[in-house]
């Protein structure tokens, strides 16, 4: 699976964005998908988990009602809709799919990863 994310950029703190990822290659409705972000200095985090189907969503609290994930498996496409941005959101935010449950997304389970795209939210 080769995944592409785009939709980065500078916002406001306040402000949204909404990121994409593209796939190709193997079949995209058989993976969980899930979006990680990496801050300068700090480790890669989880963000956001999706289901092969859509109908199951995990969250890390931090951005627990203010971001939204969703997937459109005719699209090949998994999104991620960040409102009410924080200073604290600022990072590179990558997506990854797995071959596994939604509820197992973390950094070192996911098969696959895309090129970050930088999310930077001023004060």
């Known amino acids: 699976v080769q995944l592409q994310a785009s939709g980065g950029g500078l916002v406001q703190a306040g402000g949204s964005l909404r990121l994409s990822c593209a796939a190709s290659?193997?079949?995209?409705?058989?993976?969980?998908m899930g979006w990680f972000r990496q801050a300068p200095g700090k480790e890669r985090e989880f963000v956001a988990a999706?289901?092969?189907?859509?109908?199951?969503?995990y969250y890390t609290d931090s951005v627990k009602g203010r971001f939204t994930i969703s997937r459109d498996n005719a699209k090949n496409t998994v999104y991620l809709q960040m409102n009410s941005l924080k200073p604290e959101d600022t990072a590179v935010y990558y997506c990854?799919?797995?071959?596994?449950?939604?509820?197992?997304?973390?950094?070192?389970?996911?098969?696959?990863w895309g090129k970050g795209t930088l999310v930077t939210v001023s004060s």
């Open positions: 290659g193997r079949t995209f409705s058989y993976y969980a």
């Open positions: 990854a799919a797995g071959a596994i449950v939604a509820s197992k997304a973390s950094a070192g389970a996911m098969d696959y």
């Open positions: 999706i289901n092969w189907s859509g109908g199951v969503t």
